[in-house]
């Protein structure tokens, strides 16, 4: 008789695991979408300056600032500001073609969304660290940077806590000049680009994939130290809260690069290859 209860405990065990197994499946299939979902593309425009400032022999301040609009339904394309980038780091030279750099960002989230009753702003925190490789091809130079980014962002509800992430960008970009064989001074150029950027941490699950923007550039070196470009990017990537929905945008970028060096004239290394 103890046998036969001890049966009829374990069959009614596994029965109840296996129903909660079932119920867990279809809960998950409820979360997530039958097929991918594209969501309508945003619009964008962004005004980025870079300066690379010369401190040293072999070390640079890499200086960032960065307005980004996005369109509103009143404005459907320039809209509103949308965030504020701050990006510091200080950077080394280790070879003329090779760079390294380390530093922090403060950018300031503004709320896109009109009917939304949450706050307005809330600041976003990064720590920062880039390896960058430049190679001439022929009379172009062809750029390879890997971007590790460490972030810690906050939703615009109230009172809502900081989650933590990591970013893993790799970008691909080639500089090639229009109306001259090499990059130099009054040069135009073209500069096709791709960046594939991942993201990782306990409340990625199912959306590693954040962003891949595809750009098309075309700049000009007015002096050594002075270049502009204007390019068009379309991006796609993963909503972070369901890995199924795709998220898109168009975005027009403006670029000012600066790189003053004020040190005294034996002390400067050659031109280099580091602009971003």
């Not at 706050?119 to 940077?145: G, K, T």
């Not at 990017?233 to 909503?239: E, F, K, P, R, T």
């Not at 670029?255 to 290859?273: A, G, Q, T």
């Amino acid at each position: 008789m103890k046998v036969k209860y001890s049966i009829f405990v374990s069959l009614i065990f596994i029965l109840f695991c296996g129903s909660n197994g079932v119920f867990a499946q279809e809960e998950e299939k409820e979360v997530l979408p039958l097929e991918s979902k594209y969501k309508d593309p945003t619009t964008k425009v962004w005004f980025n300056t870079y300066g690379n400032i010369r401190i040293g022999k072999r070390f640079f301040w890499d200086a960032q600032t960065h307005f980004r609009f996005q369109e509103t339904e009143a404005t459907p394309y320039i809209g509103q500001v949308a965030q504020i980038y701050n990006r510091h780091a200080i950077g080394y030279i280790y070879s003329k073609k090779t760079n390294f750099s380390l530093g922090g960002v403060v950018r300031i989230n503004f709320n896109t969304d009109e009917n939304s009753t949450d706050r307005n702003v809330v600041p976003e925190w990064r720590i920062w660290h880039q390896y960058q490789f430049a190679m001439p091809l022929y009379s172009a130079m062809i750029y390879h940077r890997i971007r590790i980014e460490h972030r810690w962002t906050q939703s615009f509800a109230e009172n809502s806590n900081y989650i933590f992430r990591n970013r893993w960008r790799y970008m691909f970009r080639a500089k090639i000049p229009l109306n001259s064989h090499k990059l130099k001074a009054k040069t135009l150029y073209v500069s096709p680009e791709a960046e594939l950027i991942m993201q990782s941490g306990k409340q990625v699950v199912a959306s590693p994939m954040e962003d891949l923007r595809l750009t098309t550039t075309l700049g000009y070196i007015a002096t050594p130290r002075l270049t502009f470009a204007a390019g068009m990017m379309y991006s796609m990537g993963q909503d972070l809260s369901n890995g199924g929905i795709y998220k898109q945008g168009w975005t027009m970028r403006f670029h000012m690069y600066f790189s003053p060096d004020f040190r005294k004239v034996k002390n400067k290394l050659p031109e280099i290859h580091f602009n971003d």
